[in-house]
């Protein structure tokens, strides 16, 4: 049950997880503050991704960059130059629009952050004309989506906050391979701010000027793009595709497993299957619904220019299916960058081949944390008319409460006594919360519309038998559990 995108923010606000930031001084368009839920939130989603993605994994280390960097880097990757959202102006009557958005409406696809002669050549292509008097374009113009900055006090001394974090990642990439024991293949993941000095922000958090990203860059010998050792484990696995072919035909997305995509050559790497495969396991173990998520492979004219093939899992948000995570092979593009920019030996001795080489970023699965944050809430928004009340169905794992726990009355000390025993270890332990105020239905109310999994209440069997209820908030149904069971019963739900 998908709400829509006002609901979900109204929603935000009023329980304390997104507020519109600065919001007594007019607040700020695309900038987000996360409220005492929205952090817990933001942070479990965080530490989901990090233990996946890092530490449950051999062949993967993180790295925690700087916001502001050297500007060359900037220079290196191409971002100076272009880094731009497109304007078009109509060549009759003046009128500008953005270029992505007006593609976006027209063709369904998504142009943001491509060069402007790519932009012009779609406008060519499909024979674009303003949606005002219908005469042409002009040569669309750019505006640099970097924020900029100044270091110390001197003149000239333009800096900028990063757009991405990837580039920090290639940056740093002799420093990892130097000081850490990774062999290819191997990835660098980093979680970090990112900047993005959008014209329009839009749809709540799906926009935003500030966010943060999750990225790993994957780096492979160049001669092993066809060798992914963990193929095998997705071979079987299914994916909605939606490959480049198909949206050209204008046939529907196809469920086909990762055997069928790659025999037919529809996903064209190993490591590419493997990436799409574990990316979606990865939202539906943490109760994403199948039917909400599908690969769509980007057409020639949108993949960024450093691409050699980009997928991108999409969500089917509340105003449509968009881009959720991006995964594009970047191969030597941007180390090759910075080679030149810098000057210095980025390539790494491959002890197997006894050669020195430049490794290929065979994907790069970049997931930003508020788009992550705003499907997983969609996801979970249940407006249960039966109960009267909203049910946020999180997974445990992200639920930014775990338990909830509550004396059946408040007005007997030796209840409270008795609850505040049972209260204060577990606190020690998870995010448990104390709720004393109200009917009890009330109080399960407020639980449920926060997704907090199960809620222990405390009566006066408890004083007797050392018994309590745990209530489960997707079913409502209740168990008498044994005080002493508590931890295991907790541990149980959560994980
Ligand atoms: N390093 C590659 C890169 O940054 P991207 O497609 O521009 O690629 C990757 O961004 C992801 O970052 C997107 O899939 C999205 O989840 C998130 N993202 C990008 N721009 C965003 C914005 N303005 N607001 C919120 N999230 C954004």
Redesign the pocket.
Known sequence: MNPNIEELSVFCKKKGFVYPSSEIYGGMSGFFDYGPLGVELKNNIKAEWWKTHVQQRDDIVGIDGTIITNPKIWEASGHVSSFTDAILECSKCKNKTRADHFIEDKLKIDT??LPLQQIDEIIRHHKLKCGKCGSTFNESTGFNLMFKTNVGPAEGSTAYLR????QVIFADFKQVTDTSRVRLPFGIAQIGK?F?N?IS?RDF?????E?E?M?IEYFIRPDQTGKCPYVDEVMDYELSIYSAEMQEKKKEPKAMTIREALENRIIKTPWHAYWLSHEHKWFMSLGMNPAHLRMRQHLDEEKSHYALDTW?LEYKFPFGWK????M?NRTDFDLKQHIKHSGKDLSYFDEETKSKVVPHVVV?P???V??AFLAFLAEAFHDDKERGNIVLKLHPKLAPYKVALFPLVSNKPELTKKAREIYEPLKKELNIYWDSSGSIGRRYARADEIGVPACITVDFQTIEDSTVTIRDRDTTKQRRVKAGDIKDELRRIVN
């Open positions: 943001a952050g757009p991405e974090t990837a990112a993005r959008e922000p958090l799906f926009r935003c000027r966010f990203q990225e991108d881009e959720l995570q991006g594009a790069e970049s997931q930003g508020e788009r």
